[in-house]
């Protein structure tokens, strides 16, 4: 779902077709039961911002939020699925977690992170 390479176009040329696109994918996240896992969202989190380097995050985070605005809504539909998953497994009366405490816990310290590399970001 992210693919937003170092290789991207810029901004200033890039194809109306690329926003499409995304604008795409976002639907697909926000869906109500996405044809994806919960490792899939966290992967494209983590190519979005850069993975867990805090000072390549923080450059990383600040490339793909100048890039344009379906790339925003984009890595925000993302945290939003992600957050909604792990906060309705464990809000699961029935005992039937569909995430596993060990993803539960990877996601939160994405969250961390993210929020984390938002304050230096400006």
């Not at 996240?29 to 000072?55: I, K, T, Y």
């Not at 925003?72 to 699925?81: C, G, N, P, T």
């Amino acid at each position: 779902l992210w693919h937003g390479g170092e290789h991207a176009t810029p901004v200033s040329t890039k194809c109306k077709s690329e926003d499409r696109l995304l604008l795409a994918f976002c639907r697909v996240v926000r869906l109500v039961h996405p044809a994806f896992e919960m490792q899939h969202v966290m992967d494209c989190v983590d190519r979005a911002v850069g993975g867990r380097n805090s000072v390549l995050s923080a450059e990383k985070l600040r490339d793909t939020l100048g890039r344009g605005m379906m790339r925003v809504e984009m890595l925000m539909a993302l945290l939003s699925r992600g957050n909604e998953i792990c906060r309705n497994s464990n809000n699961d009366k029935g005992g039937n977690n569909t995430v596993d405490h060990n993803v539960a816990e990877a996601w939160a310290e994405r969250e961390r992170i993210f929020m984390g590399m938002i304050g230096s970001v400006q």
